[in-house]
Structure formats: C-alpha cells, structure tokens
C-alpha cells in the first residue's frame, strides 16, 4: 500500500486549511484511485471493515470541522496498517463439485386483467410503499417497470473452479459450504464462511449481513459471483453476489446479472428478483406494435422478446439484437413523430407573406464592413425564400462558431420590421442575450442614426419610421421590465432580444412575425412552441453552433428546413491546441503570462467536478483565489460564474472585455458566443471532463481576433476514452468532424439531453448506430408515403404507440 503519498496529500491538505485543494480535481478522485489500488493489500477483515468505513465517505461534502477529524483517523488507520500483520488462515478441505447449467426460461404470456397502463401496484410483490421508490426513478405503471431497464449486465457466466480464480474480474463458482458463521470484525456484525470445490476451498465475508450465517447450512450448494481479492497470497471472496442452489431460475448469479438503477430503500437483490418475476409474466402480455412485414424484412426480435432479453438476456449477442429492436423503436416513432409534426404545422396553418425585395436589406449589407461570405449569402437567400412563401418558415440555421450567423439573422429581422412586424431573438443566457443585443445594435448603427440608452435604442435612417430594438431579461429592474413589455404589447418595439424570459407569461406580442432562437440545442421543443404560440403563426429561425451530422439533424429536427453556413469569414486563424501533460501546468502559466505581456488577455477554464452550479461556483472561487495569491500576483484577474448576480457578470465581462482584466477564471459559463477578440489564450483545467463539441466551442472564445490565439488543455488522470478524445481536439479543427466523433462516443440522448428538449426519451439508441438511424429515418419515410395518418388497420397499434410515446413529449405547434 502506497501510504507515502497518501499521507504526503494529508498533510498540504492539512497545512491549506483543508479546502481541499492540496490535489487537482479534488481529494474524492485521487482517493478513490488509491482506495482501490490499498484494498487489495488488506488481508485482516477488521482493517477492511475500518477502510471501508472511513473511504466511503465524501471528502468534497464534509465540513472543515469534519475533514479534519476525517483527517485524523486516516493516519490512524494508517499506522495500524503498518504495525500489524495481516494474515488470515484458510483451512484446505475439498469439497466435491457437481456440474449445473444455468437455466434462463423463457417469458409465458397470459393475458390478464390490469392492462399495461395500470399502476405497478398490481405487480406481485409491489406495495404501496414500494411503488414510490419506484415512483421517484419515475417508473408509474406496468409499461414504464416493462421499460425500466438496467444500466448496464455484469458477466457472471463464466464458471471457474475455485483453483481456476484469478483477481479483478467477475467470475462465478459453485461450491459446497463447510462452514458458515456470524463474525465481529471491527464491531459490525458480518458473516464469514468457508466454502469448497473439488479444486479448493476459498473465504467468504459478506459484511453487515450476519443473517447470511443462518441460511448457509453445512453442505449446502451455493453459487457465488463476483470479484476475488489476494489477501497475503490468498484468495477471499468479498461481500460476493451468491444464491443458493435450489432447482430455480438463477437471479443473481452464473448469468448476465442486470444493474438495475436504484434509489433509497431499493436493494440491488430485491430489485432483480422483483424484475425478474415480472418480466417473466408480463413481458408477454406487451403488443408489438410494429408491423409484422416490416419486423421481419428487417429481421428485428419480437417486443416481447426484445423486452425481456434486455432485462435477463441469454447471452451477449441476444442482449445486442434486444439493444438494437429497441433503439430502432425510438428513432423510428421519433422520426414519423417529427415528420407529422411539419405536416401539421405548415400544412394547416398559412404563415404571413413577406414582401422581401424590400430595400432594407441592401442598405444593411452595404453598410457592414465586410461582403458575406457566400454560405451566408446562400442561408440568407434561403431564409428570405421561406418568409416570402405563405406558409411559416421553419429552418435550422447551422453554422460554425464565428462563422457569422448573428448577421444573416438580423437582415431577416430587418425584412419583418420593414414589413409591419415584430421580430424576437432568443438566446440561452443573459451573457448571451445582452452580447446579442449590442453586436444587433453596432451591426444597425452604421446604417442611421442610434438614439437611446441602456435596454432601449431607437435607429432612424433603416425604416421611413424609427426603428426601435429592446433588450428584455429576468434580471431588469421590474418597472423598466413593464415598461418594455407595454411596449411590445403596444407594436411599439420592433425588434426585442432577450432569454427564455420573452415566453413567460406577461410578454404579448402586437404582431410577431419572425422568431430567431440562437443555440437551439438548450432549448426545449415546448419554449420553441411557446414562442410560436405568441405570434400569429410567425416565421422560426432556429440557430445552432453544434455542427449536427446530416442524417441525426434531419432525425431530431425533421420538423425544421437545414441550412448551413460551412465556410468561416476570411482570415480567419487555426487556433493552435496543444494537451499538456502533468507537470507542464507551470509552463502553461508562463506562457499565459507572456501572452499577458505582450498585451493579451487570456481565460482560465475550471472543471466541471459537480453537476451542481453552486459547487462549480465554489470551486471557481477556490481556483481563482489560488491563481491570484500564488500564480499571477502581479497580474489582474477576474472571476466569473453562474451564481454571480447579473449586475456582477455584466461588470465583469464588461471589465475584461474593455481591457482591465487580464485573466478571466471562469466556469463554463462561457461556453457559448463570448466574443473578445484580444484573448489569446484558453487554458482549460481537467479537459478531461468534457466532450469534444464543448471542447471546441471554448477554444471558439479565442482566435476571434487579428493575434494567433492558443488553446491548452490541462488533464491530470484521464481515461482511456479521454486520451482519445485529447487527442482528437489537439489534431482536429473542424467542428463538423469533432461533433460526429463527440456522438460516436456519447450518444444522441446524453448529447442533445433528449429529456429536456421535450422528444421523446433516446435511452437504447446510440450513435455508432448510424445505419440503424438512417434505416429508420427511410423506414419511417416509406411508412409516410402510403400511410401517413396511420389509418391502415395493420397501423393502428402503431397509431396508438405513436400517441402514447408523443403525448408524454411536448406539444410541437
Ligand atoms: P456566430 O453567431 O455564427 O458565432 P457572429 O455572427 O457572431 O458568428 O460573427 C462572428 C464575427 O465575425 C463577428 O464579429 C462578425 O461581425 C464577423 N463576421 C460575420 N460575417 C463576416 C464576414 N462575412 N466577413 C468578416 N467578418 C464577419
Ligand atoms: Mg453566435
């Protein structure tokens, strides 16, 4: 046990307070490796039971008061590690060893009363308070339980004899038990037994279940799963999943063991004996919906089967083809479901025509100091096509960072204003929203005059009436927050740019006509349609810097026409990446402190180590503090995250943005569209933690200017798949190209956050499944072109599948 270096961290720690900060990422992380790596060297079960006592808990989560005590019994736990011997005695009995296959039988289909919709409360064996544990990982009814599936199957099938047992990987024994008993180690009640095969014998310790003692009689047969642990040149198995031998259907072990997600109150043992006694009844009472010619001519498993092999599958290869009927179910019904949705949407409802040969849009052009790019020209020539058509227009604006999206949507809303109506920009944060709201008024002062101040600006010169554009956020003052709103209400406001706030209740349009959404992937579908709602059927610009892949854009947006911009304006620099490795973080410093010198500005990137804003803030803060007292004293910083007041981020931002800061520390906030183009550098700390797309869109911050900007990524430990990922953002620039890598290795759902978005769920889906996306995308387009409302009596489950699936899912228009 490498105690050395443990105690070395204990001690910095000890002498910073105990912020944890003494190593990078977090004490929980390194402690985590190094308790894995100990608790194999421990042989005496007392010292185990201590170890697990004291490394179970979360540093990250404890007070100061409590890390220190924590501290304490740490080293005392080291100390009586290395004064004590550890040896444990086996005794050496074989035990003879009969042969038993695991059995998997096969899902029976009664039908019954309560229907697939009922609560889980009619399963067998799922009380009342049972059914809100169940409630809580949001499982309602029968079909939710039927789709409940496990995270993830460990491989017990592979049986050993217990001379065969090597450490660390699963393995599964039968075996006789000798002897069984209830032990003390270390003060908690435990069982230990010695059980046997013909090859040896082997320990077991199960702790905190002494009731284990009693069920294991002398010579009953058990079967036991798991991983084996060397104490001082002897195997022990630890707390291993075990059942006993009795004719059964296996459960726990000597099969593909399904990991259920669990809540408080669940138990992994209860959980998968639940399940498997359900699937086994009810599996076979679900109708496939599919049609039959189509299931077969793709040669996908029946629902039933698919079902209950996701749950306990035979083998790896049926668990594989059950994975992939599933996902083909998701991407098939998402897909018919955005395909109806455009239908419905323009095909019921007549948009405003637009009369787009207005001179407007020339003047602005010529006023902008640069020609556009020709993919911008061609996305505007798109765009001012669909607004002169009598159906609303519905199009997805792709487009690299920087490669100049705001201005092609402000010439579309110059052509609304010009028309009578009013026009909406919608972007995720307020950061972004103010951002937007100065470039849209510097892009519109060169062509009149500017008036106003704060949230309001009025233009005379583009319109024969003055144009007036509004920055509407949660954070403004409420009276100038009315005063606003009144005027929008009142037609008096022509353009207004603001956050989701603009589809709160409160904000009436006199006449929206066109709608802009920027980074449309943070957006829900239902904040989409309730901006729609506020107009009379306006005309949707939908705006992403995720460069999607063609097949998946067109699946998860079938509903929205594609545009892209795949060109950057010209002059635009490569942004020169380099991932550093440990122990270059103090050159990386320096080398910001050059750039800093020679006039730059630089950010500093801290990791994601929590899904929660307030403990990305701290650490932030933490980080930030350091950096200040012992990195760059000499040199200006700034802090900037999520939990900053309004008024607070604006001044900051507006301070490095005008040059009085030199180093922006920063949480990714910053993620999207900050625009400063005398930053240089990007230093990202644990890029590790993050995708390839988001990856990318911080390097974006940088490299907006005339200087060679520089992006460096700092990882300490990473994985496997990380290396990778590394690897690719050092050598790759394209956006495109790192986004179909980022969905290779991540999957749509997790990608996109299907949940929020308002789609239905992708939970089987993924996208090494290409082919499967695009082999549902043209099954669903064949469907379409004979059945489209589903009224063939071969299509009414379907039918009924679809509404289901898509009336959990947001309303679309
Ligand atoms: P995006 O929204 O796509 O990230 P922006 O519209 O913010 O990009 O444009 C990024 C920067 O490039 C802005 O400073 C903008 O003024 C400038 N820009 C846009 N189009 C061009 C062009 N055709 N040539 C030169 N610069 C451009
Ligand atoms: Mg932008």
């Not at 001179?359 to 002169?388: C, M, N, Y």
């Not at 569209?673 to 940088?702: C, Y």
Request: aromatic share 8%; hydrophobic share 40%; proline share 5%.
């Amino acid at each position: 046990m490498d105690s050395e270096s443990l105690r070395k961290i204990l001690d910095l720690e000890r002498q910073k307070g105990y912020a944890d900060v003494a190593v990078f990422g977090g004490l929980d992380k390194f402690l985590r490796n190094w308790s894995d790596q100990a608790v194999g060297s421990l042989g005496n079960p007392r010292l185990l039971v201590r170890f697990h006592k004291i490394f179970k808990t979360s540093y990250a989560n404890m007070t100061t008061e409590q890390r220190r005590e924590w501290a304490k019994a740490i080293l005392g736990f080291l100390n009586d590690v290395e004064g004590k011997d550890n040896t444990v005695e086996l005794p050496t009995k074989a035990p003879p060893r009969k042969k038993s296959a695991p059995k998997v039988k096969k899902a029976a289909a009664p039908p019954g009363e309560p229907g697939l919709d009922s609560p889980v409360t009619v399963v067998k064996g799922i009380s009342t308070s049972l059914s809100g544990k169940f409630g809580k990982l949001g499982v309602k009814t029968v079909r939710d339980l039927l789709y409940f599936f496990p995270h993830r199957h460990i491989d017990y099938s592979k049986m050993k004899l217990i001379s065969q047992l090597v450490e660390g990987e699963e393995q599964t024994i039968v075996a006789n038990v000798w002897q069984a008993q209830e032990t003390k180690p270390g003060g908690r009640r435990s069982t230990e037994a010695i059980v046997g095969d013909e090859s040896g014998n082997i320990r077991v310790v199960w702790f905190n279940q002494p009731y284990l003692a009693k069920k294991l009689n002398t010579n009953t047969r058990i079967m036991l799963s798991g991983r084996v642990s060397l104490f001082k040149g002897r195997h022990v198995f630890l707390s291993p999943e075990w059942e006993l031998m009795e004719g059964q259907d296996l459960v726990h072990t000597a099969r593909m063991v399904p990991v259920y997600p669990l809540t408080a109150g669940l138990r992994p043992r209860q959980v998968r004996k639940l399940m498997k006694d359900f699937v086994d009844l009810w599996a076979g009472r679900v109708t496939d919906f599919l049609p039959q010619g189509l299931r077969k001519r793709l040669g996908l498993l029946e629902l039933p089967v698919a079902i209950s092999q996701a749950h306990y599958p035979e083998d790896e290869t049926t668990k594989d083809k059950a994975r992939v009927r599933l996902a083909f179910d998701e991407l098939f019904l998402l897909q018919l479901g955005v395909m109806s949705k455009k239908r419905d949407w323009q095909g019921s409802r007549p948009g405003n025509v637009f009369d787009v040969s207005q001179s407007v849009v020339g003047r602005f052009l010529e006023s902008l100091p640069f020609t556009l790019t020709a993919a911008q020209d061609k996305a505007l020539k798109d765009i001012l096509a669909d607004l002169a058509q009598p159906k609303p227009m519905s199009r997805l604006l792709q487009g690299e960072v920087g490669s100049g999206k705001t201005v092609v949507a402000t010439a579309a809303l110059l052509v609304a204003a010009a028309n009578g109506y009013q026009g909406a920009f919608m972007a995720p944060t307020e950061i972004l929203a103010e951002q937007h709201f100065a470039t849209i008024c510097q892009l519109l002062s060169k062509l009149g005059k500017e008036e106003g101040e704060g949230y309001l600006k009025s233009y005379s010169g583009p319109l024969e009436r003055p144009l007036r554009v509004a920055l509407l956020i949660g954070d403004i003052r409420q009276a100038g927050k009315k005063q606003i709103q009144k005027q929008v209400l009142e037609g008096d406001i022509d353009i207004i740019i603001g956050t989701h706030a603009l589809v709160q209740k409160g904000v009436e349009f006199r006449k929206l006509g066109l709608a802009v959404v920027d980074e449309q992937h943070r957006f829900g579908v239902e904040q989409r349609s309730a901006l729609r709602e506020k107009g009379f059927n306006p005309h949707m610009l939908v705006m992403t810097a995720t460069p999607i892949p063609r097949t998946l854009a067109l699946t998860l947006y079938g509903d929205l026409d594609l545009s892209v911009i795949d060109e950057l304006p010209p002059g635009r620099q490569t942004v020169k990446t380099k991932w550093l490795k440990t122990g270059q973080r103090d050159s990386a410093y320096a080398f910001v402190r050059k750039q800093v010198n020679e006039g730059r500005q630089a950010f500093i990137l801290c990791p994601l180590i929590e899904e929660s804003e307030a403990i990305i803030a701290q650490a932030a803060t933490v980080e930030y503090e350091r950096l200040a007292r012992e990195v760059f004293l000499d040199l200006r910083l700034g802090l900037l995250h999520g939990r900053l007041s309004s008024a607070d981020k604006d001044a900051v931002m507006e301070s490095f943005r005008r040059g009085g800061l030199d180093i922006l520390v920063a949480t990714p906030v910053i993620e999207v569209g900050i625009d400063i183009p005398n930053a240089t550098v990007m230093l990202i700390e644990s890029a590790d933690r993050f995708g390839l797309s988001q990856l990318h869109q911080f390097r974006g911050r940088v490299g907006r200017g005339k200087e060679q900007s520089y992006c460096m990524l700092l990882a300490e430990n990473p994985s496997e798949v990380a290396r990778e990922r590394l690897d690719i953002i050092e050598n790759v620039q394209d956006g495109f190209k790192l986004a179909e890598e980022d969905l290779k290795m991540r999957g749509p759902g997790e990608f996109f956050g299907t949940r929020q978005s308002g789609l239905p769920d992708l939970r089987m889906a993924k996208m090494s499944d290409v082919a499967l996306l695009e082999l549902a995308r043209n099954e669903a387009i064949k469907l379409f072109e004979v059945d489209s409302g589903l009224e063939r009596v071969e299509h009414k489950p379907l039918a009924r599948e679809m509404e289901r699936v898509w009336a959990g899912a947001a309303e679309w228009s």
